[in-house]
Structures are given as structure tokens and as C-alpha cells.
């Protein structure tokens, strides 16, 4: 079955520490994108990648990383810098979007809840 | 203020029909959205419509868009406890970019 798979569900940081989320996609397509979702808010982009060594920032991309070696895997790191990392994070990925048959659909993975102690 | 708005909470009977609305303020988008998510899941697409339309209907579900308020809807029919969940509306800007409503909570009361 084809999906989007993240890693961990859950993850517990102590300040100052720096942690990756992982993000795996086995649906051939090219664009993803990480969101940060808060109680009450609408989802937040924060990266996303169009291709393959290509990603642009979002609109809250300050204390994050990501990277898009693969056209599978678009990883981010939460960095020290950021100033209040405890959130549900979500990745996302679609077709191109090149195409008029598409439709933008999003495919979500089921999410990374991280905690800062 | 936000460029999509949603209520944040819904209470409906259930066998009654959920109505969950929408308002935005910029009409140049493709595709509207309807997505919904269920507690510690990511997001599934419900439904979406395309800016040339009025209205879409797919089993229980129909959307209705008045481009001339900014204003989408989504009804479910026979609302059931399974369909407790948030529902997000969002608009398309670009290929790649989506706005997001804040999300609407529906509560299912037996």
C-alpha cells in the first residue's frame, strides 16, 4: 500500500537538544511539505520541496531544517533556535501538480506529536 | 485578520445534519478543500470543489460555494458518531501552496 509514513509518533526533547523527524513517501511524488499544527490554528507550512535538492521556506521555517536527497524522504530537524518546538508536526506530499487532471490532494502522514521538557 | 475563517466548534444531534461553514477573502483560487481530521491523525482529503462550481455532492456530503460572499459549506447528512472529527477548509494558491481555516470540531451529541 502506497503512503506517507512518519516517525516517531511521539518524541520527548530536553531543551537545547536538536531532533529530526522522519518523513518517508512510497507514492512517486514530487512535491512534499512539513506543517506545524497548534490547539486552534490551521496548519502552518514550514518547509516544503518541489524536486529533489530543491526546497523553499514556509511561512514559520525560523529553528528548522529539512533536506530532500531523496525523492522519498524530506526529513526535519528542530533545532535549538527554535523558541517553542512543542507542537503535532505533519508532512504532506502531492503530484506535481503540473498536470490539469490534478487536483492538489494531499496525502498526510499520521503526524509527530514533540514535547519539549 | 485570517484569510479563511471557520467556527471552531460544532454540536449536532446525531442523525441530524452537520452544516460546517467557511469564509474566505481572496477568490483567485483553483480548488477549494475539505479535509478532515480524526484525533492524533494526520489529515484525509473529504471532499473538494473546483472554483467554476456551485455546489458537489458525494454520498452524505455536499459542498456549496457562493463565489460572490466567499462563503463554502460542507453538510453531512445524517451526521453519525464516526463522523466526530476536525474539518479543515483550505484554498488553494499556487501547485504547491495551500491556505487552512483553523478547523472546525464537530461534536457528536447521542
Known amino acids: 500500500d502506497g503512503g506517507i509514513t512518519q516517525s516517531p509518533k511521539y518524541l520527548f526533547r530536553k531543551e537545547g537538544q536538536n531532533v529530526t523527524l522522519s518523513c518517508e513517501q512510497n507514492?512517486?511524488?514530487?512535491?512534499m511539505y512539513w506543517y506545524r499544527q497548534d490547539p486552534g490554528q490551521g496548519l502552518r507550512l514550514i518547509y516544503y520541496?518541489?524536486?529533489?535538492?530543491?526546497?523553499q521556506k514556509g511561512d514559520i521555517a525560523e529553528g528548522y531544517s529539512v533536506s530532500r536527497e531523496k525523492k522519498e524522504s524530506f526529513p526535519l530537524t528542530v533545532t535549538s533556535a527554535q523558541k517553542n518546538p512543542t507542537a503535532f508536526y505533519l508532512c504532506a506530499s502531492t503530484r506535481s501538480g503540473r498536470e490539469q487532471t490534478d487536483t492538489g490532494e494531499l496525502f498526510f502522514g499520521e503526524g509527530s506529536r514533540l514535547t519539549v521538557l | 485578520g485570517e484569510d479563511v475563517e471557520q467556527s471552531l466548534f460544532l454540536s449536532v444531534r446525531e442523525g441530524d445534519s452537520s452544516v460546517i461553514n467557511c469564509t474566505y477573502t481572496d477568490s483567485s483560487s483553483t480548488y477549494l478543500y475539505w479535509y478532515k481530521q480524526e484525533p492524533g491523525a494526520g489529515l484525509q482529503l473529504l471532499t473538494y470543489?473546483?472554483?467554476n462550481m456551485d455546489m458537489k455532492q458525494d454520498q452524505r456530503l455536499t459542498v456549496l460555494l457562493n463565489k460572490k460572499d466567499k462563503h463554502l459549506s460542507l453538510r453531512i447528512a445524517d451526521t453519525q458518531t464516526g463522523d466526530s472529527a476536525i474539518y479543515f477548509c483550505a484554498r488553494a494558491v499556487s501547485n504547491y501552496q495551500l491556505i487552512w481555516g483553523a478547523g472546525t470540531k464537530l461534536i457528536i451529541k447521542p
Open positions: 470543489i473546483f472554483s
Open positions: 507514492l512517486n511524488h514530487d512535491a
Open positions: 520541496s518541489q524536486i529533489v535538492n530543491d526546497f
